[in-house]
Structure formats: structure tokens, C-alpha cells
């Protein structure tokens, strides 16, 4: 959950080898101010000017949740900017606390709302910020070129992508990087309206504590809860209604209040899903995301979709790389769980991508030679340059459940078959194999061998690839089913089964996931049960890869019910699950249907 925080503070805090750690001191003048928004309400901002004059800059800024500190003029950061490069080119370096945030005065909403129809000028959000800080900007800071970039990973991601609807025309350049784009659909929060247990849990620990003002520190977390096995934990803590007990949060956090007020997509989430503004943009966005990203990889897939889908998309731009939430901003990125890319791939686009962009846009220096979407190829370990995303040259493959937990591009011509299994909240599958305390990073490509023995967990696997096939674009899987009960949580997962290497055992690396509340299978703000022993179809789109599966590979699918901690248990009861007690949480026999009649499949987009 928008943990960019640590790894921002390991990037700026770790200089680069052989440079000296006074650079920025040597090179910038520091100023520490505020600046008053429209509705009187002032934001704390950090200003690095280069001290060499010779030349106009722009300004390049991130705004934060997370704190600009070091605070205080004769204290300076030892880095600045997204990356090394861009800090020698020498910006103006802006950093804010957002409204309600640390040093920043005013009340902080979670993924503020943007208000299109602004009447008074106490209609504010992060648009209308931004705004006034650009303008406050361009008249006090002198030596400008009276352009600016904005630049942000996960939550500020978001507040890069939230200065795009009504943008000051300052504005040149944004980068929305892993941006939180819609919290119940596919980030952070929920997933399809299921709620991401572990990782809200422990943020909103710190993040969503409350203050009474500025401060320069939160100080403690809400709450101490030691633990060295996280699915343990939760399993003891019982129901999600036991996270307000006086141990811990005792509504003492107001956003993890709304998360289990607002358990549909309704209006609090409706107003927060910021791709709906993002019509008619103009401005050159660079959206950057990563395979691997465990809390927003829909976001930066679906603000790019959304720019284009909404506009002419003549300067939006995708990169996806693989990469963990934000490791493309470390110095090197050549390896993550058992793959070896076979090169830097950090470096790669903090060269060739981030700098040129900025440089391009901002100075009119170089120039900006990219094609719509780069995108790296994992399994082939190749980066590709498509004119579009999902490529043109992709077909439709659809892989259907077959008898002896087989795929087959056939459907069946059995009158009435299913597998079933017993779906046991007290029982929840597991999301990794490995007992940790906080959640395994690597979990999004992990070895799914670890389930294998669970009678609640099916697995269907394709004959071996006779050639090599790359997936590109997003996954659907279409499911028939029926349930003793009146709700559950599908499970679907795409596994690359790879040879094991001198008779080893396979390895059956996860290539992606996803999970679907059953009760929102056909409406996320109506939600409805499950008649028990009824078909029902239930869908559930991926997202987005980019994947050769290699000659002498297997596909293999894996559907389960349950996905904990990382996930909230199901009661499989049709009810507010925030409000469920633990007698609410039953066992329900699932049938997964693959039958002439209901041929439950998943689709592929192949590339010819």
C-alpha cells in the first residue's frame, strides 16, 4: 500500500558511487517557505535553485504525503530529482507537503476528489494546489524558464496525474509513476471489492494516523502489533470488524474508518477514480509502472488506457519494466525472484526514458524519439517499442478447463462436468509459501508449488509448448461456478511451469493474478448474492503482461477461493463482511464448471 516511503528514503539517502555527499550543497541554494493556496491554506515547500545562473531552469516537482524533510534551510537532502542524471542537469527542484500533510496546513483527503465545476474559491483539490503553487512559482522564484515537470511514484504518482485535469499551462511535462488511480477496482486498497487486508493493516498503522497540525513527525504508529507470521496473525485476530477493537486502530485512523464504511463502489470511491477526469490531456505524460508492482500496477496500466481512450493520446506515453513498486528508481535492477534479466534495466530507462523526457520537454534539449509504449518482455528478457498498447499484432487464444485438470483450446463435449473443492475460511489458502512477518515482495512471481497439496486450490496445465508464446495485454479469465453458500472470492492465477534443471522438480512461476469478490461479479456498486447450487458467471480481468512462455514449457491455471492474508477472508456469507462476526464464516463447497454448456476459460492475447 503505497509503501513508496522507504523506498524513497533508500533512494535519496544513498548516494551514488564516487559522488561527493555535499553535491546538492555545493551546487543548489535551499529555500524553505510556504505557499498560500486560493483558500488561504498554506503548503510547506522545499526549493533547491542551482546556484549557477548562467542559464534559465525549470522546475521539477514533487508533491508528497510522505514529508519533504530534511526541513529547515542549513539542512539539505543528499539527492535530488527521480534520478542522478536529472540532478547534474540542474532543475529547480521543488518538493511540497500536500495539503494536511506534515508541515502543509489544511484538512488531507485520501486521493482527494477533483472538483471539475470549481464556484468559490474554497472548491479546492490537488489540481487547484498545483496550480496556485505553479503560479506563486513562476512570480517569486527568479531565473525560471517558465516551464515546470511534475514527477511522482505511487501516491505521488497520483498527485502528478491528479495536476493533468485543468492544468496550469506552465505545466510541460508529467510522469505519473505507479500512480493510485482507483482504490476499488485494482489499487492499494481493493481489488474488484476485495479489501488487501495485510498491506492497508500495517500502512494505515503509520499513515493513517492523525494530527492535530503541522508537525515534522507522526511520532509512534497507532498501534504496536509484533508478529513473526503474518497469516498466523490474522488468523487470530479473527474478523475484519476485531481491527477496531482498543488494540488497535479503536477508530483512531478516519481512513481506515472509510475503508470499512464503504465496502461498494460508491460514491466515496466513485469520486476518487481519477481516470474519469483524465479527458483531453495534452500535456507529453510519461506513465511508468512495473510487472512485478504489488500495489499499483493497474494504475499506471489504466492512466495511460484512460488518456487515450479519453483524448488524442499524441503525447501519452507507457513504460512498463520489471519491476517491483518503484524499483525503477533504484541505481540497478538486473534480477527479482528467480529471474536474471540479463541486464540494468533501471539504468536503461533512467537514461534512455526519464532524463530524455524531461530534458526534451522542459529544455528543448535532445531529443524525445519514443514510440507510445516500452515494454519489457519478461521470459524473453527483451525490451520492445509498440506503436500502441496492447500491440496490433496480437490474436485471441482461449485455453478452456478440460477433464484431468487439463487446458485445451477445445471446449468440452461433456453434457454436465466440474471440479469441486471445499472452500474453509478457517482454512484460507495461503498467498505465499514462505513464513514472514510482512509480506513477501517476491510473492508476484513466486513458485506456486507451495499449494499444490490443498484439496481447496485447482490446477489446470497445458501440454508442453511446442514453440515459444508471448502473451501481450490484459488476461481474462471467464468462470462458470456454483456455491453452497451466497458469496465467495474467486481466485485466478497464470503460471509459467518451468523444466526443472538436472531433475529438479518444476517451478511453476506465477505470471499473474487476480481476485474477484463473487457479490460484485456483475455490479461493483449493487452487489449481489449467490443463489446456492445456481451457475454463475463470474469474470475477471487481469491485468496486463508482457510474457514468453518458452518452447518446452507449460501453461498451467489455478483457481482457488481464498488468497489471506493478503487478501480479507470471505464469510461466504452474503452480507458487509466489515461487520461479520466470527460465527459468520462458513464453509461452502465450490463447483468450477467446464462442460459443453459452461465452458469456464481463460484468454489469452497472443502475439503472432
Same mark, same amino acid.
Given at each position: ?86 540532478? +547534474? ?18 484538512? *488531507?483527503?485520501?486521493?482527494?476528489? $477533483? ?39 505511487? $501516491? ?26 482507483? #482504490? ?6 481493493? +481489488? ?25 513527525? $507522526? ?37 481506515? *474508518?472509510?475503508?470499512? #464504511? ?52 499524441? +503525447? ?67 525490451? +520492445? ?158 491485468? !496486463? ?22 487478501? !480479507? ?12 462476526? #466470527? ?26
Amino acid at each position: 500500500m503505497k509503501k513508496i516511503l522507504f523506498l524513497l528514503a533508500l533512494t535519496w539517502l544513498t548516494t551514488a558511487s564516487g559522488q561527493s555527499n555535499n553535491f546538492v550543497k555545493e551546487n543548489y541554494d535551499k529555500i524553505d517557505t510556504t505557499i498560500t493556496m486560493r483558500d488561504g491554506v498554506k503548503l510547506y515547500t522545499i526549493i533547491y535553485v542551482p546556484k549557477d545562473k548562467s542559464e534559465k531552469y525549470p522546475f521539477l516537482i514533487q508533491r508528497t504525503p510522505y514529508s519533504v524533510a530534511p526541513y529547515g534551510g542549513e539542512n539539505f537532502a543528499r539527492r535530488l530529482g527521480p534520478n542522478e542524471a536529472l540532478m +547534474h542537469e540542474k532543475y529547480i527542484f521543488v518538493y511540497q507537503d500536500v495539503r494536511g500533510r506534515y508541515m502543509s496546513e489544511g484538512y *488531507n483527503k485520501e486521493v482527494t476528489p $477533483y472538483i471539475p465545476a470549481k464556484k468559490t474559491n474554497r472548491d479546492v483539490d490537488e489540481s487547484s494546489d498545483t496550480y496556485d503553487t505553479m503560479e506563486w512559482l513562476l512570480k517569486h522564484i527568479p531565473n525560471n524558464n517558465g516551464r515546470a515537470g511534475l514527477y511522482g511514484i505511487s $501516491y505521488p504518482g497520483f498527485y502528478a496525474t491528479a495536476s493533468l485535469p485543468a492544468v496550469h499551462p506552465s505545466i510541460r511535462a508529467v510522469s505519473p509513476q505507479a500512480p493510485v488511480t482507483d #482504490e476499488f477496482i485494482g489499487d492499494d486498497a481493493n +481489488h474488484n471489492g476485495a479489501f488487501f487486508l495485510m498491506d492497508n493493516f500495517d500502512f494505515m498503522n503509520s499513515f493513517g494516523k492523525e494530527r492535530s497540525g503541522p508537525v515534522k513527525s $507522526y511520532g509512534s504508529p497507532i498501534f504496536v502489533a509484533p508478529r513473526t507470521d503474518a497469516y498466523k496473525f490474522f488468523l487470530e485476530l479473527g474478523p475484519i470488524k476485531n481491527t477496531q477493537s482498543e488494540k488497535y486502530f479503536n477508530n483512531r485512523s478516519y481512513i481506515w *474508518n472509510e475503508y470499512l #464504511e464503504h465496502d461498494t463502489y460508491d460514491n466515496y470511491w466513485q469520486q476518487r477514480n481519477i481516470r474519469s477526469h483524465l479527458k483531453n490531456i495534452t500535456i507529453p505524460t510519461l506513465v511508468v509502472g512495473g510487472w512485478f508492482d504489488a500495489e499499483d500496477l493497474f494504475g499506471a496500466l489504466h492512466t495511460f488506457d484512460a488518456i487515450e481512450q479519453q483524448g488524442t493520446g499524441i +503525447h501519452n506515453y507507457l513504460v512498463m519494466g520489471p519491476w517491483t513498486h518503484g524499483a525503477w528508481a533504484r541505481d540497478g535492477w538486473t534480477r527479482f525472484a528467480t529471474y536474471d534479466f540479463e541486464s540494468n534495466t533501471s539504468k536503461y530507462f533512467q537514461d534512455s526514458l526519464q532524463t530524455t523526457f524531461f530534458n526534451y520537454f522542459l529544455k528543448d534539449k535532445g531529443s524525445w524519439n519514443a514510440t507510445k509504449a516500452t515494454m519489457f518482455e519478461t521470459g524473453g528478457n527483451r525490451w +520492445h517499442h509498440f506503436d500502441r498498447w496492447p500491440p496490433r499484432n496480437v490474436r485471441e487464444v482461449t485455453y478452456y478447463l478440460g477433464a484431468g485438470r487439463k487446458l485445451s483450446d477445445k471446449k468440452s463435449s461433456d453434457q454436465r462436468a466440474f471440479d469441486k473443492y471445499i472452500s474453509d475460511p478457517a482454512n484460507p489458502v495461503p498467498y505465499t509459501g514462505k513464513v514472514q512477518a510482512r509480506r513477501n515482495n517476491e510473492y508476484m512471481a513466486e513458485d506456486q508449488s507451495f499449494v499444490m497439496g490443498r484439496g481447496d486450490v485447482l490446477s489446470y496445465e497445458s501440454p508442453l509448448l511446442t514453440e515459444n508464446l508471448t502473451v501481450a495485454g490484459p488476461i481474462s479469465a471467464n468462470l462458470f461456478v456454483s456455491t453452497t453458500g451466497t458469496d465467495a472470492d474467486f481466485i485466478v492465477k497464470l503460471i509459467d511451469v518451468v523444466p526443472g534443471a538436472d531433475g529438479a522438480a518444476d517451478i511453476q512461476r506465477l505470471v499473474r493474478a487476480e481476485v474477484m469478490r463473487g457479490k460484485f461479479r456483475n455490479n461493483y456498486v449493487v452487489p449481489e448474492a449467490f443463489v446456492p447450487g445456481k451457475v454463475s458467471e463470474v469474470k475477471i480481468h487481469l491485468n !496486463d503482461v508482457l510474457h514468453t512462455f518458452m518452447k518446452g514449457h507449460r501453461l498451467m491455471v489455478q483457481i482457488q477461493s481464498s488468497w489471506f492474508p493478503l487478501v !480479507d477472508r470471505n464469510p461466504q456469507k452474503f452480507m458487509r463482511i466489515p461487520e461479520a462476526d #466470527e460465527n459468520d464464516f462458513r464453509k461452502a463447497e465450490i463447483n468450477v464448471y467446464r462442460d459443453r454448456a459452461y465452458s469456464s476459460s481463460i484468454m489469452l492475447p497472443v502475439m503472432k
